[in-house]
């Protein structure tokens, strides 16, 4: 039976060398390539076509989630299994809006990691089992978050992008034609609509939904 090719992108070297080890002593694994920092990682696809992709988050030049973006605007066919330090959901759930095959902690054990890689082979999606909790009240949060998004108008949805940028009521009226009073109002709207206090919270919101790019 023809081995599954194995690519390691992980900017430690002990962790490349730990995950190699490990994976060949299955003999049904091949690690075909290693890359030290993002860049890399991609050059290295471009004449290496792995089966599989192991891709750390934190890495230099460019990160884990930007390498996938890279991968997935390309078309590539490898599959993708992120495995990293991070259990934040937001890093989890940008994963899975890009399209990530694969999503694993670097504290599983040797068999979950081996678990997941048969798993993207029979082309299903793995998400480790601890994560998955976090990930579901995550995306219900975030369809409760688009309704209130599509209750805002036009105007709102704009108001709400400059508070988001800093900009004061002044600033915000002489950039919309408006006047300071119409803005107030505007603001008095937003706030009831996506359920927040002040500005503070009213920038959180629109950057938790990426209605501004940081």
């Known amino acids: 039976m023809e081995k599954i090719k194995v690519m390691i992108a992980d900017d430690h070297e002990l962790i490349r060398e730990g995950l190699r080890q490990l994976l060949e002593l299955d003999g049904e694994i091949e690690v075909?390539?290693?890359?030290?920092?993002?860049?890399?990682?991609?050059?290295?696809?471009?004449?290496?076509?792995?089966?599989?992709?192991?891709?750390?988050?934190?890495m230099p030049k460019k990160n884990g989630i930007e390498v996938l973006q890279k991968i997935r605007d390309r078309n590539m066919n490898t599959k993708v299994l992120i495995l990293t330090v991070h259990n934040e959901v937001e890093y989890l759930i940008k994963a899975?809006?890009?399209?990530?095959?694969?999503?694993?902690?670097?504290?599983?054990?040797?068999?979950?990691?081996?678990?997941a890689i048969y798993s993207l082979m029979n082309n299903e999606n793995y998400i480790q089992a601890a994560l998955i909790p976090s990930l579901n009240s995550r995306l219900v949060a975030r369809?409760?978050?688009?309704?209130?998004?599509?209750?805002l108008t036009k105007r709102e949805l704009e108001v709400l992008v400059k508070i988001a940028n800093g900009m004061s009521n002044k600033e915000?009226?002489?950039s919309l034609d408006i006047s300071e009073r119409t803005?107030?109002?505007?603001i008095s709207n937003i706030f009831k609509k996506i359920c927040?206090?002040?500005?503070?919270?009213?920038?959180v919101f629109a950057i938790r939904n990426n209605l501004i790019k940081l």
């Open 96 to 115: 899975v809006d890009i399209g990530v095959n694969g999503y694993l902690m670097k504290d599983s054990t040797s068999e979950e990691l081996k678990k």
């Open 183 to 186: 803005v107030k109002n505007h």
């Open 32 to 58: 075909v390539a290693e890359a030290s920092n993002g860049v890399e990682c991609l050059e290295k696809l471009k004449r290496i076509n792995p089966d599989v992709l192991l891709l750390d988050i934190n």
């Open 172 to 174: 915000i009226a002489a």
């Open 143 to 151: 369809d409760v978050d688009k309704e209130k998004i599509d209750s």
């Open 196 to 203: 927040v206090a002040d500005r503070t919270q009213a920038a």
